[in-house]
Structures are given as C-alpha cells and as structure tokens.
C-alpha cells in the first residue's frame, strides 16, 4: 500500500499547520542532528524522497547543489513545496517512494525525511536509491524510531487522571503495518526493527557512515512536551555511502 494521508484535505490543513511545516528546518527537533551528518552540496546532483513542503530542498539548493529533485505522493504537498521552497535549480514531481527507477548515477546526493516509515518494503527503495547514485554517493535519511512505532498508538501510557506513566514498547521484533494516530487522524505506518533498518542498507550495497538517535534540539526545550521526548527516542538517522 501506497500512504498518502497528505492530500487528504483535514490531514492536510492539519499537518500545514504544525511547527515544522510553518517554520521549516528551525523548528525540526532532529535539525540540529541531521544537518551534521548531510555532505557537502557543492555543485552536487540532489534527490529528496518525500520531500513534503521541500525545506530540505531548498537548503541543498542554497547550498550550491547545481541540480535538485523533490519527488513525493502527495499532491497538495508538491504545491506548498513549490510556493515555500521553489528555486532555479529545484523541481517537484510527483513520485511514490516504491516507484523510484532512476537510471545509474543520476544524483550524487539522497536525502529522505520522516517518509520511510510510510514505506512496508524498504529493500526495495534502497536497492533502487543505490542503484541511482554515483559511487561515493551519500544517502541521509530520518524515519521515526522503531521503539516509536512498535506499539502501534504511538501515545504515552498515562494513569486516570491523563498523566504520562511510561511509553509503551510491544511486538519490536514483529515488522509490519501498524495503526497510528497522527493530528487526530489515523495513518498506517510500517514499524521494523533497527537491525532490519541496517542490514537492508548493507543488503544494497551501502556502507554505513553514521547513525544517530538524536535528542530534540536544547533550541527547543521550552517547547510544550519537548522535555518529555528526552524519555524515549522518536527518531532515527542514518547516512551511508555507495560502494
């Protein structure tokens, strides 16, 4: 199956209004940690797989990247890239994850954030995303972490009175789709093991170059319930190089 609960029309003027889609990169916990492990961008040819509103974009673009492609399901979300994030170097298009075919050595540079778990067969995406970059290619991509997704609910365990006790962790070592509850809406997200995460990314081809759990930015903090996420990880980031 094929997630797109971003053009759904509640979703969507949901998700337009949170943080990081009205702020961008500034107002992404997990900033701070991915920036550092992203390449240099310098006169480089970029793919971000579900690009949302292209913030990421758009940065590899200010960034000198000679040539960038947004690909991502959503429709809605391609428009609001192309009015927040356009550029002379940048294109949005719209193409699901599982359908990427690109030819050898089409982009130097693969970037993905908070998509994959959207994503029931990963194998497959990475084996397409190393086929398409040059060697020595970089791929960087953020998906919500495996202890965030286990459960299913991907809520706080809380006693009657609605505080937070402890976050629930079941079915790790079980892959598969699991129901979550996102802005009030209920979306399908695939969970699978972090092993499962790494030993795709070496399947393919990959060597692995960094991975990071990353706490929310110390920026943020003051943010309502941003305490709370230094209690559990909610995400994942991992870079590795075309062999």
Not at 28 to 33: M, P, S, V, Y
Not at 34 to 40: A, E, G, R, V, Y
Not at 205 to 216: D, I, Q
Request: hydrophobic share 40%.
């Amino acid at each position: 199956m094929k997630e797109n609960k971003y053009d759904d029309p509640a979703f969507f003027d949901a998700y337009s209004h949170f943080p990081r889609s009205v702020e961008g990169l500034s107002a992404a916990g997990e900033w701070h940690a991915l920036q550092k492990l992203l390449p240099d961008f310098r006169g480089k040819r970029v793919l971000d797989l579900g690009c949302g509103f292209g913030w990421h974009c758009k940065y590899a673009a200010d960034h000198g990247a000679a040539y960038v492609l947004g690909t991502d399901l959503s429709e809605k979300m391609l428009d609001g890239a192309r009015a927040r994030n356009g550029g002379d170097h940048i294109e949005y298009r719209r193409l699901a994850m599982e359908d990427v075919d690109f030819p050898e050595n089409s982009f130097d540079v693969v970037l993905s954030s908070l998509a994959l778990h959207y994503v029931e067969d990963v194998k497959a995406v990475f084996g397409a995303v190393h086929r398409c970059l040059s060697p020595g290619g970089a791929f960087v991509f953020s998906c919500e972490h495996p202890v965030f997704t286990a459960y299913g609910n991907q809520d706080w365990y809380r006693d009657g009175g609605g505080n937070i006790l402890h976050w629930p962790v079941d079915r790790y070592f079980l892959p598969g789709p699991r129901q979550a509850v996102f802005l009030g809406e209920a979306v399908t997200k695939y969970h699978r093991p972090l092993t499962d995460y790494v030993s795709a990314l070496l399947e393919a081809g990959f060597a692995l170059t960094g991975l990071v759990e990353p706490r929310p930015d110390p920026r943020l903090m003051d943010v309502p319930g941003m305490a709370d996420e230094l209690r559990r990880p909610m995400m994942l980031i991992l870079a590795a190089e075309r062999k």
